[in-house]
């Protein structure tokens, strides 16, 4: 069975600082998608980043960005410049090419200090 | 972007009725549906798989007759709470996934207070 861990319940940031935020995981598969999903207190889920298990390129969307390492099981992700708005959970999820399930990591509490 | 809507947002019901709550992907078909339940500060612990057409597949612990899953549409998957009692009060969230492109959207999550 796959499983995600998340090893920072808490982390704090300075503003426009930067931070990084661990996830590992565990699965047999070659092939299977990971997120990042940020929930602020709406509880609303938002997509930070996705990374496809095929592609050895790390994926980067503007202030964020991955660092897949498949060997190892690792999927950090690093936040740049960090802004208030970025305070939230987050969390790492993994979700196999057989849509089958998606599971997700206990979650890191990020908080931005001015 | 895609969207998917959750309805209705927040519900309370007295103990011993049911409640059922819609999850529509808007703008796109989904062939497959997942409910999640979430526990204050705690993750989304994965209920059921919603598959169109056929029977939600359910993760150990999680009771089907209790958590009745309907997914009768592309669109639409429903979760009915049975005979609900107030342990089964929480945050209820389903994401809808883009087959073709391998995106998982979320809906705005439910939240059930049994009194």
């Known amino acids: 069975a796959q499983t995600v861990t998340q090893s920072q319940p808490e982390m704090s940031v300075q503003e426009a600082e930067t931070v990084t935020l661990s996830c590992t995981y565990d699965?047999?598969?070659?092939?299977?998608?990971l997120f990042w999903y940020k929930q602020p207190p709406s509880r609303q889920m938002i997509l930070v980043i996705r990374?496809?298990?095929?592609?050895?390129q790390n994926a980067t969307e503007n202030r964020f960005s991955v660092n897949f390492q498949k060997a190892a099981k690792s999927f950090s992700l690093k936040i740049s410049d960090s802004q208030l708005g970025d305070t939230a959970m987050y969390f790492c999820?993994?979700?196999?090419?057989?849509?089958?399930?998606?599971?997700f990591g206990p979650g890191t509490s990020l908080s931005v200090i001015p | 972007g895609a969207v998917v809507s959750q309805h209705p947002s927040r519900v309370i019901c007295k103990s011993g009725t049911s409640v059922k709550i819609e999850c529509r992907s808007l703008?796109?078909?989904?062939?497959?549906m997942f409910w999640y339940r979430q526990f204050p500060k705690q993750s989304l612990m994965l209920m059921a798989t919603?598959?169109?057409?056929?029977?939600?597949?359910?993760e150990q612990g999680v009771e089907k007759d209790k958590f009745l899953i309907n997914h009768a549409s592309l669109t639409l998957s429903t979760l009915t709470v049975t005979s609900a009692h107030p342990e089964d009060s929480s945050f209820y969230i389903c994401?809808?996934?883009?087959?073709?492109?391998?995106?998982?959207?979320f809906g705005e999550g439910s939240r059930l207070t049994v009194l």
């Open positions: 994401s809808a996934l883009a087959e073709n492109t391998g995106e998982l959207f």
């Open positions: 699965t047999s598969e070659n092939n299977y998608y």
């Open positions: 990374q496809e298990a095929y592609k050895q």
């Open positions: 999820a993994f979700m196999s090419t057989s849509y089958d399930k998606v599971i």
């Open positions: 703008d796109f078909q989904a062939t497959t």
């Open positions: 919603s598959n169109e057409g056929s029977k939600a597949t359910y």
